[in-house]
């Protein structure tokens, strides 16, 4: 009864903290920085924005210089809604802390007068190994991107943002950093670091005060990006029952859902699902971490995260070719 009462009072805050803590944010005239933009969530997300705000400038971030130009052109074509609007692309390797540096102080040189307004995080890879099968290389390749990268981007283009008269970064992490399973240590480990760090700079952020620039934490399911192609395809009766309960997310339901909680001001948005799902798996991953272990290992069965990566195939064929994975 006593459990069953905190979790009552825990929602009724929540609710309260997202009518009255929540204000919106406009992406008109703002400069927008996307990593990851060449593809999956970052190109869609990209194309959200183009189209739907007003004189923005879209700077767009990826090691694959080829996709960037095609969706530059592409954007472009927008007559109707492109007036007024820019889109700049860079080739950067993020996880390389000195070309993210210069890449960051081209764009500020190239927006100039204006200041960087929002920071969208979203380059990542997956390896979909077990432990034992990741060599050194790849476990740091995989932290390197999904992890350190954060840093290099934030530390490079925080001082811009600072400056700008309101100012939005956005971290997207993956629901993997709030819960675990097999066949992923490496990229669960990178995420949950990632989830750790954004909570950090929150707080630094906020005790020096720096009231402009808000942040929001983005942990999505699992999204059809070709990524984690293969996952959750076995016959068994708990994989079924995870792909009626919790199906991959559209890369479009996804760009479409952060896009809206990033104008609306949210803070934290997780799962990407909309309906029932929506709220039953917003508190999910933190709900399970209060059961016994015994219980939990049930939870996460049911939700794939035992055998689910058994039939994983990735993007690509070739353990090579999968390290060149770069969007969420």
Not at 48 to 71: G, H, P, R, W, Y
Not at 206 to 231: E, Q
Request: hydrophobic share 45%; glycine share 6%; net charge neutral.
């Amino acid at each position: 009864m006593m459990l069953l009462a905190t979790l009552a009072a825990l929602l009724v805050l929540w609710l309260v903290a997202r009518v009255l803590g929540r204000r919106s944010f406009s992406l008109d005239e703002k400069v927008v920085v996307v990593t990851g933009a060449a593809s999956g969530i970052g190109r869609r997300l990209a194309q959200n924005i183009f189209k739907e705000a007003q004189n923005v400038t879209l700077a767009l971030v990826d090691i694959d210089t080829e996709s960037l130009k095609m969706l530059q052109t592409e954007l472009l074509q927008f007559q109707d809604t492109g007036k007024g609007k820019r889109v700049l692309i860079y080739e950067c390797d993020v996880a390389d802390y000195r070309t993210v540096e210069a890449t960051i102080a081209r764009v500020v040189n190239d927006i100039a007068p204006k200041h960087i307004g929002v920071l969208v995080n979203n380059a990542g890879i997956v390896m979909g190994k077990s432990l034992e099968d990741l060599t050194p290389e790849q476990i740091q390749k995989t932290l390197s991107v999904n992890t350190l990268a954060h840093f290099w981007t934030v530390k490079a283009a925080l001082p811009s943002m600072k400056r700008a008269s309101e100012a939005l970064l956005v971290t997207v992490s993956s629901v993997m950093g709030m819960t675990s399973s097999a066949g992923l240590t490496d990229y669960c480990a990178s995420k949950a670091a990632v989830n750790a760090f954004h909570e950090a700079l929150r707080l630094e952020l906020w005790r020096d005060n720096v009231k402009s620039i808000r942040t929001l934490l983005v942990c999505p399911a699992a999204v059809d990006t070709g990524m984690f192609a293969g996952v959750l395809s076995a016959d068994d009766w708990a994989q079924r029952f995870s792909r009626l309960c919790i199906p991959m997310l559209s890369e479009s339901e996804v760009a479409a859902t952060i896009y809206c909680s990033m104008r609306r001001g949210d803070e934290l948005l997780v799962s990407c699902f909309s309906g029932w799902r929506g709220v039953a798996l917003s508190w999910a991953p933190l709900l399970s971490r209060a059961l016994p272990v015994p219980l939990y290992d049930i939870v996460v069965r049911l939700g794939g995260g035992l055998n689910g990566m058994d039939t994983f195939v990735g993007k690509h064929s070739s353990n090579s070719e999968q390290e060149k994975v770069k969007a969420n």
